[in-house]
């Protein structure tokens, strides 16, 4: 038995199993050629990372165009970073965006033949590969202590060489296996590392799906791949995982494009044929004209909870993100006059590489074309889904009558050209409050903002006119020409043509006295369609509002 074999036979004991039983246990999965098996591959760190969601969408879009398959894979080897929980909210996050997983990990039971999709529940799979890794001489334990590797680091700071653990810098790549056995059996405590055969001055040329050919520095790094909790690290993990997994394109962030060659030196390492790689670009903020990228600390927007706590329709934001991956989606967007993200004919290829800037008016561009789509019922019942976590003042507004909410919502809606003026549930209570009357009373307790050259005696007699005259079984438009009747009786011009060339003539035109009418009623001058309100507020609830401004106008 090779002294090599029994290193290995010591460090893994009990591990019995080669790779070729992992081959068997994990085989090549029947697809289509052109197929792509993508993952999403999150650590559980925290909240979902726009950054991430945007990932999780060109590989959930990538397997869906190729018929091929999306999985979940939850990447906690990182034990001290872990934060409790946050693996299952990552499921429901990813839930809310419509990011279904054809194969993963869940909750209750991981989905799929490949698992178990997390990591740390697949320790006996990476023990079984560095079993063999050891057995062949490609890895070793190494004994050095943190205070030895962080002596060693500051001397290579000193000498001013390329820092790490590598060539004639790791020290235990050059103990004899024989050595290394008699440590372990004195108790020493060891880590696993590759054993490099790589050089950092020689260049190798790797590919990316969307950047082409990358030309990079060899790794010569001696990397940890097995850590003294016998955990693996996430740079041998993901090979190992994305090998037994049958991942055919790895999508992650560009942060990993320079641990490439190490992925790939291991891929060759163990006689695999690596993945194609897609590095996407990081998305970016422009602070004080510097960009940078979505920090989790200092930007709102690089945690996806944000856009769910303020009512961004989920839609938007994956849109928005599509939008990023492929600056023609927008064009698109307009020429099918759709928002579906499936229909689109994604091409990763044309990925834009600089990183892309967050562009909240952009969000709120598609947000509000996408709420304009919906119907009054939908809005309706999605706002009040979102008011029931995050807005109790909407909510009680709702419940006081859900039908009169929607139809509140209904204005100007289901038309060619619906209003456009909400982006997110959290503009609404603002939008709609003066449809109710307390709310009303409160917000015309604030100076209005009738125009000035207009005098209170000619409003309040046009306000009085309006209670007598006004016939609310009109349609609207000929309710604006009853209108323009009644204004005109207090000496409004019929339009602001005649009004312009007569001005000493009239006291203003039918424009004014609809103004003057929305700001009774509304308190401002941005309301919806003045037929509408008057639709639903009803006579009674108008003469009322109607009484009480020329009350007010009149002290
Ligand atoms: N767990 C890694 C991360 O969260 C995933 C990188 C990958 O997709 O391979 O960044």
Not at 233 to 247: G, Q
Not at 404 to 429: H, M, S
């Amino acid at each position: 038995m090779s002294i090599y074999v029994q290193l290995a036979n010591l460090i893994f004991e009990n591990i019995n199993e080669t790779l070729s039983d992992l081959e068997k246990l994990y085989p090549p999965r029947s697809l289509d050629k052109l197929a792509e098996v993508t993952r999403f591959a999150p650590s559980p760190t925290g909240f979902l990372h726009t950054g991430s969601l945007f990932t999780a969408l060109v590989a959930h879009k990538i397997a869906k165009d190729t018929n091929g398959v999306f999985y979940l894979r939850l990447e906690d080897t990182d034990t001290k970073r872990e934060i409790e929980g946050s693996g299952e909210e990552l499921i429901q996050q990813l839930k809310i965006f419509k990011i279904n997983i054809d194969e993963g990990y869940l909750e209750d039971e991981d989905l799929g033949k490949y698992g178990p999709y997390r990591q740390s529940q697949r320790a006996h799979i990476y023990h079984i590969v560095i079993k063999y890794l050891l057995e062949n001489n490609l890895a070793y334990p190494c004994f050095c202590s943190t205070e030895e590797l962080d002596t060693l680091r500051k001397t290579q700071e000193k000498q001013k060489v390329v820092t790490g653990y590598y060539g004639k810098y790791a020290k235990c790549r050059y103990l004899s296996a024989e050595e290394a056995i008699k440590k372990i059996k004195s108790g020493q405590p060891y880590v696993i590392r590759y054993r490099s055969h790589g050089n950092h001055e020689r260049k190798i040329t790797l590919s990316d799906v969307i950047r082409g050919d990358i030309t990079i520095a060899e790794n010569d790094l001696d990397i940890v791949i097995l850590k003294a909790d016998l955990l693996p690290t996430y740079h041998f993990a993901h090979v190992v995982d994305d090998h037994f997994m049958r991942t055919t394109l790895v999508i992650r962030g560009e942060e990993w494009i320079s641990s490439l060659p190490i992925h790939i030196e291991l891929f060759n390492a163990l006689k695999w044929s690596a993945p194609k790689y897609a590095h996407l670009p990081l998305i970016m903020k422009l602070v004080d004209g510097h960009k940078h990228k979505l920090s989790k600390r200092r930007d709102q927007e690089a945690a996806v909870t944000y856009f769910i706590e303020d009512g961004y329709p989920v839609e938007a934001l994956n849109v928005y993100l599509m939008s990023i991956a492929n600056s023609s989606f927008e064009q698109w967007t307009v020429d099918h006059n759709s928002y579906e993200i499936e229909d689109f004919p994604f091409d990763i290829k044309k990925m834009s590489l600089d990183g892309a800037l967050f562009d909240i008016d952009k969000l709120n561009y598609f947000a509000k074309e996408i709420i304009a789509r919906l119907k009054a019922n939908e809005l309706a019942t999605r706002s009040k889904r979102w008011a029931v976590n995050y807005s109790p003042e909407l909510l009680e507004l709702i419940n006081r009558d859900f039908i009169y909410y929607e139809n509140i919502l209904n204005i100007e809606r289901e038309k060619e050209k619906p209003r456009k003026d909400i982006a997110k549930f959290n503009d609404i209570y603002r939008q709609i409050r003066f449809f109710y009357h307390d709310l009303y009373l409160e917000l015309i307790s604030e100076t209005l903002p009738f125009n000035e050259t207009i005098k209170k005696e000619t409003i309040i007699s046009f306000l009085t006119l309006f209670i007598k005259k006004n016939d609310y079984s009109l349609n609207n438009s000929d309710w604006f020409n009853a209108l323009k009747e009644i204004a005109s009786q207090v000496g409004f011009a019929s339009s602001a043509k005649i009004y312009k060339n007569n001005k000493e003539e009239y006291v203003g035109h039918v424009g004014d006295a609809a103004e003057i009418l929305r700001i009774s009623l509304t308190s401002s001058k941005n309301a919806p369609n003045l037929w509408d309100i008057l639709q639903l507020l009803k006579k009674e609830e108008v003469d009322k509002r109607l009484n009480l401004i020329i009350k007010k106008l009149s002290e």
